[in-house]
């Protein structure tokens, strides 16, 4: 799909011009919002204090008194990688404060589906738990924490999903989305709120003395700090100044190569430098390949590798995820190429104009723990709301749904206004504005299709649905340069609201051609120049190109840096391609 290019034109503020910036990064960082320098400054000092968070305190109290008691702790995650980073975290931490007896218990999306339900209550109730910690779940599980209280055991809910109308009755809740809490930023990822958690609890146990009386050394918690990144970036939620000091931390310990082994297997096996890693390597490398167990497996595959205290075991951990990784990727393609299929049906697909206002797709057989990677795919298709279903089970008259959604429209809220407007639709949902899950009654699906485009339809009645890419603008031929690549690799971290600079422009096509059957490879010049740019773009259109009459295109493009065989070389990455 050919997106409208919009050029930011913000002008930096004149403190930020004269910070000693290079006049195309203090650009970039204008349009995204950056007015002053201290935007910019990214130290651990100026993260926003535990104590702002709502429930913090009350849980590292609750935590400090089950570690002065002995308890038995039960660490329930969830099955993505924020889920996975945030279990770890939970873990290693509270270990390393000295908790006797601490395990942790995923739920198989397959058996189980998502979040502290009452089955996995029962489940967990075998270990014999005195508190369970939800991280990156719960606070949904009104059925659960129920179900936990009525077997004697207290809950401790630590999440950052968006609540009901009702919150569950545990003993603290921590999230930054629950009413009333005053925390500046909402935008913390599950594997945040349990990093304050245990920041809050390593003061409360230092206040009450607890290292000094047991001869424990105080831990750092800054060595979790690469689990914190990976999870944030993964889960792809806003990268606001506070999550950007998390992310930037984390990933400098990478870069310094004080990364747990886990990590640093999962970056080489997937062929990356940690010394060189920035937050795209966590999103597009290692989450994946996390994510994959989740998706096909069992997380507790990812969680382990994240746990590996050598590397040895590390290596074979990832290994092992590669290889699902690996499958993930084949049952993938076979679904996209049905779910194209399918939207062919709905309208051609050379004509987004007339995809409905949100879009539902299903077919018995594909797999559930791959359709909320393919509504993503989907969704970048053609520019709409999309949710994917597969069925719950082999024998469940129920059907499981992964929904995404574009900039403007709330998917929960889309599901929730569904909800109340046709009561017993739903049997579940929950998540926030990008991403979401649903349950339902395989019969209701119809039903559902036509319910989803008509709130769609409301809740983007004065939205441009027009897909659109955004812009920093043109660069200066002396802009493509490899150190002001390097410049802007490492100005971020970048991620979501806070994107990578992106560039458009005019080149002369000196050459194409195909590689791994699907990338296009290019040399593109300058106008007006004899300069040659090396070029990719990723995953093209294969009926569209190679193009043999094209001789100008307009390509938007990031600039970057190719490693190969130790050498560094300035290359474009194209996000779209038109022949002109």
């Known amino acids: 799909m050919i997106r409208r290019v919009v050029r930011r034109a913000l002008a930096p503020s004149p403190e930020l011009a004269a910070g000693g910036l290079p006049p195309l990064l203090a650009r970039v960082y204008a349009n995204r919002g950056v007015r002053s320098a201290r935007d910019l400054q990214l130290s651990l000092h100026d993260l926003?204090?535990?104590?702002?968070?709502?429930?913090?305190?009350?849980?590292?109290?609750?935590?400090?008194?089950?570690?002065?008691?002995?308890?038995?702790?039960?660490v329930i995650g969830d099955f993505d990688a924020d889920g996975a980073t945030s279990t770890a975290l939970a873990l290693g931490a509270l270990r390393a404060m000295g908790a006797a007896e601490v395990d942790y218990l995923v739920p198989n999306r397959f058996e189980y589906g998502y979040g502290l339900t009452p089955e996995i209550v029962a489940l967990a109730a075998r270990r014999q738990p005195d508190l369970i910690i939800t991280v990156d779940n719960g606070i949904a599980s009104i059925d659960g924490v129920r179900a936990a209280r009525a077997q004697g055991i207290?809950?401790?809910v630590t999440d950052h999903h968006l609540a009901g109308e009702t919150l569950p009755a545990a003993e603290v809740i921590v999230n930054p989305n629950q009413p009333g809490c005053g925390f500046a930023s909402k935008a913390l990822a599950g594997v945040g709120v349990i990093f304050y958690v245990m920041l809050a609890l390593r003061a409360e146990l230092r206040r009450r003395g607890w290292?000094?009386?047991?001869?424990?050394?105080?831990?750092?918690?800054?060595?979790?700090?690469?689990?914190?990144?990976?999870?944030?970036?993964?889960?792809?939620?806003?990268?606001?100044?506070?999550?950007?000091?998390?992310?930037?931390?984390?990933?400098?310990?990478?870069?310094?190569?004080?990364?747990?082994?886990?990590?640093?297997?999962?970056?080489?096996?997937?062929?990356?430098?940690?010394?060189?890693?920035?937050?795209s390597d966590l999103g597009f490398t290692v989450g994946p390949r996390l994510n994959a167990a989740g998706r096909l497996d069992d997380m507790s595959v990812g969680i382990e590798c994240l746990l590996s205290p050598g590397r040895e075991r590390a290596a074979d951990y990832a290994a092992r995820l590669q290889r699902l990784n690996e499958e993930r990727r084949r049952i993938e393609h076979g679904m996209q190429e049905?779910?194209?299929?399918?939207?062919?049906?709905?309208?051609?697909?050379?004509?987004?104009?007339?995809?409905?206002?949100?879009?539902?797709?299903?077919?018995?057989?594909?797999?559930?723990?791959?359709?909320?990677?393919?509504?993503?795919?989907?969704?970048?298709?053609?520019?709409?709301?999309?949710?994917?279903?597969?069925?719950?089970?082999?024998?469940?008259?129920?059907?499981?749904?992964?929904?995404?959604?574009?900039?403007?429209?709330?998917?929960?809220?889309?599901?929730?206004?569904?909800?109340?407007?046709?009561?017993?639709l739903l049997n579940r949902f929950g998540g926030h504005a990008m991403a979401?899950?649903?349950?339902?009654?395989?019969?209701?699906?119809?039903?559902?299709?036509?319910?989803?485009?008509?709130?769609?339809?409301?809740?983007g009645r004065d939205l441009d649905l027009e897909a659109v890419l955004e812009s920093d603008g043109e660069l200066a031929p002396s802009d493509f340069d490899l150190a002001l690549a390097e410049s802007l690799r490492l100005g971020g971290p970048w991620g979501q609201h806070f994107p990578e600079p992106l560039f458009d422009g005019r080149f002369r096509l000196v050459q194409q051609r195909l590689v791994a059957g699907k990338h296009l490879k290019l040399v593109l010049g300058l106008p007006g120049s004899h300069e040659v740019l090396d070029a990719i773009a990723f995953n093209v259109d294969l009926e569209r190109w190679p193009d043999d009459e094209a001789q100008w295109v307009r390509a938007a493009y990031r600039l970057d840096?190719?490693?190969?065989?130790?050498?560094?070389?300035?290359?474009?990455?194209?996000?779209?391609?038109?022949?002109?």
């Open 48 to 74: 926003l204090p535990p104590e702002t968070l709502t429930g913090a305190d009350a849980a590292a109290c609750l935590l400090a008194d089950a570690l002065a008691t002995g308890q038995r702790l039960l």
């Open 154 to 156: 207290a809950t401790l």
């Open 211 to 279: 290292f000094a009386q047991r001869a424990l050394q105080e831990p750092n918690l800054a060595e979790f700090l690469d689990l914190v990144a990976l999870g944030t970036v993964a889960d792809v939620v806003p990268l606001d100044r506070n999550n950007r000091i998390l992310v930037a931390a984390g990933l400098q310990r990478i870069r310094r190569g004080l990364a747990r082994p886990g990590l640093i297997a999962l970056l080489e096996v997937a062929g990356r430098n940690p010394a060189t890693t920035v937050a």
């Open 338 to 424: 049905e779910a194209l299929a399918l939207l062919d049906q709905l309208a051609p697909l050379s004509d987004t104009d007339e995809v409905p206002a949100g879009v539902t797709l299903y077919e018995p057989g594909w797999h559930q723990g791959v359709i909320g990677i393919l509504a993503s795919r989907v969704k970048e298709r053609v520019h709409r709301p999309t949710v994917v279903f597969a069925d719950a089970g082999p024998d469940s008259d129920e059907l499981k749904g992964s929904a995404r959604s574009i900039q403007g429209i709330h998917v929960r809220d889309v599901l929730d206004a569904v909800a109340t407007r046709h009561p017993g």
């Open 436 to 459: 979401a899950g649903l349950t339902l009654p395989r019969a209701h699906y119809a039903a559902f299709a036509t319910a989803f485009v008509a709130e769609v339809e409301r809740h």
């Open 561 to 580: 840096v190719n490693e190969f065989r130790g050498r560094r070389s300035l290359q474009l990455v194209v996000e779209q391609l038109e022949a002109v």
